[in-house]
C-alpha cells in the first residue's frame, strides 16, 4: 500500500523532493499501524476483567441465597477491578508518554531516594515470598529528570523482578556510576528471560508467559513504560537474562555532575 503511493507521486513532481515526502508517508502510516494495534490491543485486554466482572455480577444474582458464595463472588469482583484500575492507570501513563516526550516535573533527582522510594513500595509483596530487596552501591548519584516517572520506573523493575523471582531469593538494586552515566540495575535470580523473548518483553501486552503475568497481577505494559521514561531521559533500558538463573534490568541515565559536593 505505502509503495504503491510513494510510485504514484514520483510520477507527478520532481523526483528528489518526492523522495523526501514517501519517506515520510510511509513513516506516518507505519506510527498509525502502531497505534491501531495498540487499541486493538486495548480493546482486548480490557475486554477480559470487564466479562470477567459481568459474569460475576450474574452469579451473585444466581447466589442471592447462598451468602457464602454471594462473599466468594464478591472477593472476586474486587480483585478483578482492583485489575482494571491497574490496568486503566497504566494505559493513561504510556499513552501520556507517547504524545510528547511529556516530562511534567523536570529537577535534579537524587537516586538515593529514588530507589528508597521504589523499594519501600515493594516491601510488602517481597515479604510475602520472604524475598530479601538489597539496595546498593555508589551513593549520592543524581539525574536531571521528572522524580514521579523515574520512581515508577525502578519501581516497576523491581516489582517484576519480585514477581519473577523464587520464594526466599534475593533481588538486588545496585547504583553504579560509569562515565557520564549511571546505571540502575535491577538483579533478581528469577526464572530468567530466553533469548527470543528478551527483546520483545519492551513491547506493550507483551508476555513471555501471560498466565503468570495475571497471576501476578501483570498488565504486561510494566517494561514499555520503563522504556518511554529511560527514552524521555535520554537514556536506555537492557536485560540481560540467563533462563532459571536470573534476570538483570539496566537503566542507564546521563548523570547530573553535583555543583558542590558535601
Ligand atoms: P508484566 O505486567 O506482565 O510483568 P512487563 O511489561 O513488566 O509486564 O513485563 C513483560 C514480560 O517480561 C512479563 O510478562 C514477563 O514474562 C517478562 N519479565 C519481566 N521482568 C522479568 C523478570 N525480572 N524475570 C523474568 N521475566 C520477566
Known sequence: HGRMLLQVRVAQVNPQFLLVLAEDLTKERRLEAVRRDFTVNV????????????LLAEAVEDAADDPVAVR???????????????????????????????????????LDDVVAEAVDRARTTAGA??????????????????????????????DNAVAYSAPSTRVGI?????????????????IGIAVADQERVFERFYRVDPARSRDT?????????????????????????????GSTF??????NERTSTP
Open 129 to 158: 515470598k520472604n524475598v530479601e530487596l538489597v539496595a546498593g552501591g555508589d551513593r549520592g548519584e543524581q539525574v536531571v529528570g521528572d522524580r514521579a516517572l523515574l520512581v515508577t520506573a525502578v519501581r516497576n523493575l523491581v
Open 72 to 110: 466468594r463472588f464478591a472477593a472476586r469482583m474486587g480483585s478483578e477491578a482492583t485489575r482494571l484500575s491497574v490496568l486503566v492507570h497504566e494505559i493513561i501513563e504510556l499513552s501520556r508518554l507517547q504524545v510528547s516526550g511529556a516530562l511534567d516535573e523536570m529537577g535534579v533527582v537524587e
Open 43 to 54: 480493546s482486548h485486554e480490557l475486554k477480559t476483567p470487564v466479562g470477567a466482572l459481568s
Open 217 to 245: 497481577g501483570g498488565t504486561g505494559l510494566g517494561l514499555s513504560i520503563v522504556k518511554h521514561v529511560a527514552a524521555d531521559h535520554g537514556g536506555e533500558v537492557t536485560v540481560w537474562s540467563q533462563p532459571g538463573k
Open 174 to 190: 545496585g547504583v553504579h556510576r560509569a562515565g557520564d552515566l549511571v546505571e540502575i540495575a535491577v538483579v533478581d535470580q528469577g
Open 250 to 255: 539496566t537503566l542507564r541515565l546521563p548523570r
